[in-house]
């Protein structure tokens, strides 16, 4: 995955530095410090979003740990972890995740059961998103912005949709890692790698058998995206331009929307941006306001994700150390 990171990097270094040019910068400055250092409560408030996904990822992992060898504080302390690896290296948004897998076996969880709880927790993530999604297209057309853009959006939404539901499908008839367990054997024999399949298998199937720890996790998914509309609403109106709590939904919503379609970008560099200014625009947000919104946005990203990322390679190297 180094090489589609690296592509997306550079094209989306490219479109910020196209935004940059175009971009009133003195504006936007000017924009950003009337917001004070009142701006730096959304660091606090992110904390909201890691618990939630936190309290989900347990609940999915929780019948593999029956003695809560991984507590809460832990796994918010994995879920910021994941979401550090994801916004800030070039792993184009996977990387996070084997990453979560190596820090929950450190809690002795079993390798299979970490990665369902991960490959459920992210297929959850999708249909949270996609529900999000449509809830911010809605109140796009509500707020007259059925034009080219809208449509684009949307024709990606449709035919993008069957993807979470067939994914689902094939993992609760356990299709594609059948396949992928005849594949291995003819190539290798029944190996360890086999009988991890097999075990993975069984264990995502399980996972899609709980019906009350999926509802917990994509609930809890969906509100914590919901969450991040928030921190444009305060940004704006800390910027004396103040919109409706629907408006800056439907901000969130397509911004988010954008850039997990461009998922191979790391952290989205330059995509969120282009979502801010394009569907901003749509809102009477201008282009030096809706820079700024992004910019609070990756001072946040940076704020929680350098310390974080930090411990992880501390308690890495302490690892390395014993071993």
Excluded: C
């Amino acid at each position: 995955m180094k090489t589609p990171a690296y592509v997306g990097a550079v094209l989306g270094l490219a479109a910020l530095i196209v935004l940059a040019v175009r971009a009133d910068l003195a504006a936007m400055l000017r924009v950003l410090s009337s917001g004070g250092l009142a701006l730096l409560w959304l660091i606090p408030y992110r904390a909201l979003f890691f618990i939630l996904y936190a309290i989900g990822w347990s609940a999915l992992l929780r019948p593999n740990d029956p003695a809560h060898r991984a507590g809460l504080g832990y796994m918010f302390w994995a879920t910021i972890v994941r979401d550090a690896v994801d916004r800030m290296l070039p792993v184009a948004s996977v990387g996070g995740s084997l990453v979560g897998v190596r820090i929950l076996h450190w809690r002795g969880i079993p390798g299979a059961a970490a990665a369902a709880s991960v490959i459920i927790e992210i297929l959850l993530t999708l249909v949270a998103l996609y529900l999000f999604t449509a809830l911010g297209l809605m109140l796009l057309a509500q707020y007259g912005g059925a034009g080219h853009d809208y449509r684009r959006v949307l024709i990606a939404f449709v035919l993008s949709l069957p993807v979470p539901v067939v994914t689902a499908i094939l993992l609760k008839n356990g299709s594609i890692l059948k396949r992928l367990q005849a594949l291995i054997h003819s190539w290798a024999g029944a190996g360890a790698i086999f009988k991890g399949t097999g075990s993975l298998d069984r264990e995502i199937r399980a996972s899609l058998g709980r019906p009350p720890a999926l509802l917990i996790a994509g609930g809890l998914q969906f509100v914590a995206l919901l969450s991040g509309a928030f921190e444009i609403w305060f940004a704006l109106r800390l910027f004396d331009h103040p919109v409706s709590p629907g408006a800056a939904l439907m901000l969130e919503s397509m911004t988010q929307a954008v850039r997990h379609l461009a998922f191979v970008v790391p952290a989205g560099l330059g995509v969120q941006e282009a979502g801010l200014v394009l569907f901003g625009h749509i809102i009477g947000v201008s282009g030096d306001m809706a820079l700024a919104v992004g910019l609070v946005k990756r001072m946040r990203e940076i704020a929680w994700g350098v310390p974080t990322l930090v411990s992880w390679q501390w308690l890495e190297g302490r690892r390395l150390r014993r071993a």
